[in-house]
């Protein structure tokens, strides 16, 4: 399989707004008292729609104009969020137009153990376009041995299979092993058939596991290997995407002590990478006990835990309208506010801070026009937009 090891990365990160793309932030809406946003989506129904979904258990719907009272689904009294946990996910049918088929990512508790929860939901005629909570189809389940690091994100590839992003598990320095172990679904990209059945032979490794395995994963029938994983060695893979104009695959990996990072997986891709963690963080040895030869593949962006920097959120290269920003990767910090955007120039990636926000963002999020919009946890979503000429 294909490997690269490119890596360019940051060294310094001043905290003042940097030249760059004239663009801004304009404010899209304001979230009601009790709802921490933590990601936007669009459902692909030509509605205009955008759906954000919030930590303790809703999604609500802005329909272009303003944001409705009513959730569009409101999963409360199952999620158990706090911390790292709660409703992390949300990912449309490529054919939720005909479907009404969505499918969410959320951490529950269950006799004082918790889990990892993959779901299907769906609309219906008789609900008049809203979700019906009790229309639940669990998909996948496994345990998580601590209440961190519990991934977020999940998306559909190009090739119609759903990728569910995990982390290693949780605690300082991966202390199982996780990540590096192809044996559970800890610290994985994971790629599955939500619309097939489990085959018999089939190694799955979900604690319940209602989907089919691609015929092209690439663990797929190795013994002692889940047949759901795609990549592996990610720390905490909280956000990433695809890029709609190539498919690329952009993973922000929060890292452990020093160093974030973004990995880049272009497509077409065989699937089977491994990210390094937690032998390195970053292009930097971390536990060299865990470094046994196998091949990595280097990060092609990194920064380090200075200027207030903690927690990479994971963006998108940029698709939208606004010709400023067109092929630039957006990402960001959690903690410090800072935005970056990092261009391509043949096998190199470069980035610049844009700016210091000030808000603690925890995610980005795109529209069906490509527009991108940045979720503050604190409560507000905004996007970004051309700046007004200069006088």
């Not at 669009?42 to 955008?50: I, K, N, Q, V, W």
């Not at 569009?72 to 490529?94: M, Y």
């Not at 940029?318 to 955007?341: E, H």
Request: proline share 5%; with cysteine.
């Amino acid at each position: 399989m294909k490997r690269f090891l490119m890596v360019i990365f940051v060294l310094a990160v001043p905290l003042a707004v940097a030249d760059g793309p004239q663009v801004q932030l304009e404010p899209v809406t304001r979230m009601p008292e009790g709802a921490s946003p933590l990601a936007v989506r669009h459902a692909g129904d030509g509605s205009g729609r955008l759906f954000i979904v919030t930590q303790e258990g809703r999604i609500f719907i802005h329909d272009g104009q303003k944001l409705l009272a009513r959730p569009f689904l409101d999963t409360r009294s199952r999620v158990t969020s706090g911390g790292e946990k709660g409703l992390l996910g949300l990912a449309f049918s490529p054919d939720y137009r005909r479907d009404g088929r969505f499918y969410v990512n959320y951490t529950v508790r269950r006799n004082r153990r918790l889990y990892t929860r993959v779901s299907r939901f769906r609309v219906s005629a008789k609900s008049a376009g809203w979700a019906d909570p009790a229309m639940e189809e669990v998909l996948l389940e496994f345990e998580q041995p601590w209440g961190n690091h519990n991934g977020g994100d999940i998306h559909f590839g190009r090739d119609g299979y759903l990728y569910i992003g995990t982390g290693d598990g949780g605690a300082a320095g991966d202390p199982r092993d996780n990540a590096r172990n192809l044996g559970n679904l800890l610290g994985k990209l994971l790629r599955i058939d939500v619309l097939g059945e489990p085959s018999a032979g089939d190694e799955t490794c979900g604690r319940i596991a209602r989907y089919a395995i691609p015929g092209d994963n690439p663990f797929r029938n190795t013994r002692g290997s889940c047949d759901e994983i795609w990549a592996y060695g990610l720390r905490n893979p909280w956000r990433w995407s695809f890029d709609r104009v190539t498919g690329d695959l952009f993973i922000g990996d929060v890292g452990q002590n020093k160093w974030e990072e973004v990995d880049l997986q272009p497509a077409p891709d065989r699937g089977g990478s491994f990210y390094g963690w937690s032998c390195m963080e970053g292009t930097h040895r971390y536990d060299e006990s865990r470094c046994d030869g196998r091949a990595m593949v280097a990060p092609i962006l990194e920064y380090g835990h200075m200027g207030g920097n903690c927690s990479i959120t994971g963006g998108y290269r940029y698709r939208g309208p606004v010709k400023a920003l067109q092929g630039r990767y957006v990402f960001a910090d959690f903690c410090s506010g800072n935005i970056w955007f990092a261009r391509q120039s043949g096998r190199t990636w470069t980035s610049r801070l844009w700016r210091t926000t000030g808000l603690n963002i925890s995610s980005f999020g795109e529209d069906e026009q490509g527009n991108l919009y940045v979720v503050d946890l604190g409560g507000g979503v905004y996007k970004f937009v051309a700046a007004a000429d200069r006088k």
